[in-house]
């Protein structure tokens, strides 16, 4: 449906996240996606989810204290937007339980892989459930009886709990009525049942089903009414004064300590709890019944995660995918020349995970082992709690080598991993910065300063990616190794504005948030304008994961009523509505969801032929343009400009498999097969 000339101009970020989220499910409930990979992509929505109420639904929240009245640009006060995407949310979580129950277990189960349910153990695994309770399970446990003694306990984000409904009197007299079971962290989520036991092949049973099943063995003499699971999910945004701290590491970590005990934002609970338990729970944790959802299977649905390894269905998961190792790094060998070599001879491109993310590696490897390396600078943004990089970094600070790393210690999710990688470089002499207070570094660069005759020459990596070779198998991402000096001079100056104090230095081909990149992409959409309105040829292609920048949006609606052709391939929140009569009918919104997350940030402008192509770490928001450090890079060679071209956008805008098309409302339909199928992701593998 149209929206109508007085709808706001802007989506709901909130609700277009829900959106991905339904295209990452319809992924579960397509037939062509093998069976464990549907178990998969569930697990991805329920992970999903669990950051969008620790960070998303936090802030409305907060909006709602903060600014109640205020209207958004989506034309919604804090408290409307707040039942819209709960609402939302709720609708997406009862599909979610749906097919989960109804459909992938099922299967699953009929293939020799299942959850087996009390209900339906046998006595042989009964008895084997019991002693493993009894002997690895129950010593873990604390039972908490509540009365005035012993009130409600401190409950951890995201935690797996039980209310147990008691009735009868304890050895000291007292009546029970309700009674917390609190499911230690180190105890397994998911079990391996014997095939012996189990008499399938691959039987599980959840910790869940084994505290619920012997729960009584807790409460002695005491009769057992019922027990139900529960967690609670957290505000986890952290907060530092950044205008306060002297140290931000220490800070910090002062900060992670309390992340898992913020403010409840999401109550989940067995669908099967009395509403007396839930209004319960509700109470204690100062909930509503809209931030209450009911489960159907476990109430963190992401741990069957380890379903998904079961060892012998390869026809169950994805083909196996080895990404190449593309000329000329398949025939370089070991020796630094011969690599540094291949890079001076002219810029290489990288694009993961069709190609494989070893010549990068090889590039670190070499600069770390090679004597005429002087000094290696890096950005690191995640890399792992297991990393060849970070270890490649310390080899080099051990032989001697200037290695200088920003370390991005307020990187979400990840700040104790980086933490704890910040202090191992500084132990062996790495120089090891934090950035700048207040923007995050968020670009993705590797510069290597090698000695060759006589001379000093930098070589460089840049991407749109982390340097995280887990991800980096499964993660869409570009990278360009470069020996283009006026591109390494330009990284040189951005790593001396990162690790020193001085005044902004002019770039010559890099651009840089949070100064020059979002000023140039205007000037770039006002120049595709200029040529429309000249009668010129004017086109305008970007690939992200967000778009949510209000003014780059005005921008482009402008450069759509000029008559400028835009072709926008954003994966997951759009606040951009295409296709809107007399506002953005020359804009089109695809967003592809497939085997592989489509990570890379790509912004092309035609420029009357000129053809402007960058590659970037940043996506189209007001963070990335004003809050983070980033950097994009133009594509000079005219045949690694024509690949990303078809890589990014021609490919993707043949999509009918995987590609969905954005609306005016905000809703997405699946692009139809109206021709020969073709999927971007299956043409890049082969």
């Known amino acids: 449906m149209l929206p109508s000339p007085t709808d706001p101009t802007l989506l709901n970020r909130e609700l277009s996240l829900l959106k991905f989220n339904e295209r990452v499910l319809a992924m579960a409930q397509n037939p062509s996606t093998p069976l464990l990979e549907q178990l998969r992509y569930l697990c991805i929505v329920s992970s999903n989810l669990d950051e969008f109420f620790e960070i998303r639904i936090s802030s409305l929240k907060e909006q709602q204290r903060q600014t109640p009245a205020l209207v958004g640009p989506d034309g919604y006060t804090p408290g409307e937007a707040f039942e819209r995407v709960q609402a939302a949310a709720h609708l997406l979580v009862e599909q979610q339980n749906v097919v989960l129950t109804d459909h992938v277990l099922p299967r699953l189960e009929a293939e020799g892989i299942a959850l087996l349910e009390p209900a339906n153990w046998s006595d042989a695994l009964r008895d084997w459930a019991y002693a493993g309770f009894q002997s690895d399970v129950m010593p873990m446990l604390t039972p908490i009886g509540l009365d005035p003694a012993h009130p409600f306990p401190r409950v951890y984000n995201k935690s797996l709990n039980f209310i147990v409904a008691l009735s009868g009197q304890d050895a000291f007299g007292r009546s029970a009525s309700i009674a917390i079971v609190q499911a230690p962290r180190a105890l397994p989520r998911v079990i391996k049942i014997p095939p012996e036991i189990s008499g399938i092949p691959h039987g599980y049973l959840l910790l869940t089903a084994l505290i619920s099943a012997f729960v009584g063995d807790l409460f002695p003499g005491l009769d057992v009414k019922g027990v139900y699971q529960w967690r609670v999910t957290r505000n986890s945004d952290l907060f530092v004064d950044e205008e306060e701290i002297t140290n931000l590491r220490h800070a910090l970590q002062g900060e992670l300590s309390q992340r898992n005990f913020g403010a409840a934002v999401r109550l989940e609970i067995d669908e099967d709890m009395p509403t007396d338990l839930e209004v319960f729970l509700q109470q204690e944790f100062l909930l509503q019944p809209q931030d209450t959802y009911r489960v159907s299977g476990p109430v963190n649905l992401s741990r069957l995660m380890q379903l998904c390894n079961v060892v012998g269905r390869p026809e169950l998961l994805f083909p196996d995918h ?109 120089h090891v910065s934090y950035g700048v207070v207040g923007h995050k570094t968020h670009a993705k660069m590797a510069l290597v300063l090698r000695r060759e005759k006589g001379h000093i020459r930098r070589y460089g990596h840049l991407g749109t990616g982390n340097y995280h070779p887990r991800t980096a198998r499964l993660y869409t991402d570009f990278g360009l190794l470069t020996a283009d000096q006026k591109l390494c001079e330009d990284m040189d100056k951005v790593f001396s504005l990162l690790t020193g104090l001085g005044a902004r230095r002019p770039l010559k081909l890099l651009l840089q948030s949070p100064f020059t990149l979002h000023e140039t992409m205007l000037a770039l959409i006002r120049n595709e304008v200029v040529n429309a309105k000249a009668g010129k040829k004017a086109r305008i292609m970007a690939k992200m994961n967000s778009l949510l920048e209000p003014i780059i949006i005005e921008a482009l ?87 990303v071209i078809d890589e990014a956008f021609t490919y993707a805008l043949r999509d009918n498999q995987l590609a969905w098309r954005a609306l005016p409302d905000g809703c997405y339909v699946k692009v139809k097969n109206s021709s020969k199928p073709f999927s971007l992701q299956d043409h890049l593998t082969r």
């Not at 400028?564 to 919104?589: M, P």
Request: charged letters at 25%; glycine letters at 6%; one cysteine or more.
């Open 557 to 643: 609606y402008r450069a759509s009523q000029a008559g400028v052709k835009i072709d926008l391939i954003v994966r997951g929140a759009c606040a951009l509505r295409a296709g809107v009569l007399g506002l953005s009918e020359n804009i089109r919104v695809r967003s592809i969801i497939g085997r592989f997350l489509e990570h890379s940030r790509v912004f092309y402008f035609y420029n009357d032929g000129a053809e402007n192509l960058y590659l970037s770490s940043a996506d189209w928001m007001d963070r990335n343009f004003f809050r983070r450090v980033e950097i994009s890079f133009p594509i000079l060679d005219k045949a690694l400009k024509k690949r």
């Open 322 to 430: 080895r990404p190449e190792i593309p000329p000329p790094f398949d025939a370089v060998s070991d020796s630094p020349d011969a690599l540094f070599g291949a890079i001076a001879q002219q810029d290489r491109l990288l694009h993961h995970p069709y190609q494989s993310f070893q010549p990068v590696l090889n590039f670190l490897t070499a600069a770390a082992m090679d004597p005429s390396v002087v000094a290696i600078k890096q950005t690191i943004y995640r890399t792992g709690e297991d990393s060849e990089l970070m270890r490649l970094l310390l080899a080099a600070a051990k032989a001697g080598k200037e290695v200088t790393v920003i370390v991005e210690l307020m990187a979400r999710f990840d700040e104790q991993t980086n933490i704890n990688w910040a202090a191992r470089l500084e132990e062996v002499g790495a």
